[in-house]
């Protein structure tokens, strides 16, 4: 019978890229996976890593078996979640991957509600890009996750997770102050502020600029979009910024009518597949989605 942890083992070198990185993340030695993996491989009866350059990859038979390891880990965590039904309560501790600016906007109410609504319910944040985030979802570090996605890049939830929207945050383009914000031209030619040029969201936000006829200046990149908000107030860049950074900083800056005024990014729950109904996880995603909604 193939061993469960093996197989978690090989799933763990597929979703890191590398053994090395996978015994990294998991605090194990690069011998002591090899071992292991090199044990599943004889269970097998069949080669499932071949090497590449000085790294290795899964073999058909191992992106076969990972695969099947998703369905099994996926019936667990439905095992799982139908025992914590049948207590019909939430409670137990729960690990909540979130990003910044839900994190200080949104969680601390979402928090005290559910510590009076469900006294034996324990939630711990812990502040994630949204990349990463994902990734610790998958690796079971975390329980579920609280994302965003923007038109045109939210895809599909990868393999083995379940996603839902809890709500909607508008997303409106900002001229640095000091502009007439009706300057159709102004944004062609200042400067602007955007997130890492791999993220979702800046490659959102080029899109939009690019159909509306031209290429942003982008001159500075950062995650913190505060700084963002910032950057525009004191008149040095133009920014996207969505309804929840300008209230969450009580700002008194004007979206610019020249930019699109309709735009949005979804605020996704995700969880492990088997798992959206665990009782826990049901409270959190509707605590959350109310604050959304009234806010």
């Known amino acids: 019978m193939l ?3 093996r197989l978690t083992l090989l799933r763990e070198v597929k979703l890191r890229g590398s ?4 015994a990294r993340e998991l605090s194990y030695s690069h011998s002591a996976i090899s071992q ?4 599943l491989e004889k269970e097998a009866g069949i080669t499932l ?7 290795v990859k ?3 038979a191992g992106e076969g078996l990972v695969r099947n390891t998703e369905a099994i880990l996926a019936a667990v965590e439905r095992a799982e979640a139908d025992l914590a039904t049948a207590h019909r309560r939430a409670q137990g501790t729960v690990d909540v991957a979130v990003f910044a600016t839900i994190a200080r906007s949104i ?13 034996g319910l324990e939630v711990r944040l812990h502040l994630h890009d949204p990349e990463v985030a994902a990734v610790r979802l998958i690796s079971r570090d975390v329980d579920a996750v ?4 923007y038109p045109g890049t939210e895809g599909a939830a990868g393999a083995g997770i379940h996603s839902s929207v809890l709500g909607r945050d508008p997303v409106r383009g900002y001229l640095p102050a000091g502009f007439d914000p009706a300057d159709a031209a102004a944004v062609r030619d200042v400067p602007w502020v955007m997130e890492p040029r791999t993220s979702a969201a800046t490659q959102w936000a080029l899109r939009v600029c690019r159909e509306r006829g031209f290429e942003p200046k982008v001159a500075h990149h950062s995650s913190d979009v505060l700084f963002h908000l910032r950057m525009v107030e004191h008149g040095l860049a133009a920014a996207f910024l969505s309804d929840m950074v300008i209230r969450e900083a009580g700002s008194e800056v004007i979206p610019s009518s020249a930019l699109p005024r309709d735009q949005h990014r979804s ?11 665990r009782p826990a996880l049901v409270a959190i995603r509707d605590a959350v989605t109310d604050l959304l909604a009234s806010s």
Request: without cysteine.
């Open 3 to 5: 061993d469960l942890h």
């Open 19 to 22: 053994m090395t990185a996978a």
């Open 36 to 39: 292991q993996l090199a044990l």
């Open 49 to 55: 890593l071949e090497k590449v350059g000085r790294g």
């Open 58 to 60: 899964l073999t058909p």
């Open 107 to 119: 969680m601390p109410a979402a928090l005290a509600a559910l510590a009076a609504s469900h006294p």
């Open 146 to 149: 609280i994302t965003d996605a």
């Open 267 to 277: 605020i996704l729950f995700l969880v492990r597949e088997g798992a959206q109904d």
